[in-house]
């Protein structure tokens, strides 16, 4: 559902909820002038607001920042 780049996105904000998360997207993206970064941008937030919150807590897992992601190594 989500690119690899949108998850990577959604991973340096705040996802304790949905509508917490499209919030600071939106918040953000006010600040991303390159073309590219606001389609990624815009395009996860769209994801997001079609989903339902019961859908959001099956992929909030998925949604670890990188320096807390251990990847299953020790």
Do not use: H, W
């Not at 998360?21 to 970064?37: G, R």
């Not at 941008?41 to 251990?70: C, H, Q, R, S, W």
């Amino acid at each position: 559902m989500f690119t690899v780049e949108e998850i990577n996105l959604m991973c340096i904000y705040n996802t304790d909820t949905r509508s917490g998360l499209i919030s600071e997207l939106k918040q953000a993206l006010t600040e991303v002038n390159d073309p590219e970064l606001r389609e990624i941008f815009e395009n996860a937030a769209v994801k997001l607001e079609a989903m339902t919150d019961g859908t959001y807590i099956e992929i909030k897992p998925y949604l670890i920042p990188a320096e807390e992601y251990t990847g299953g190594e020790e």
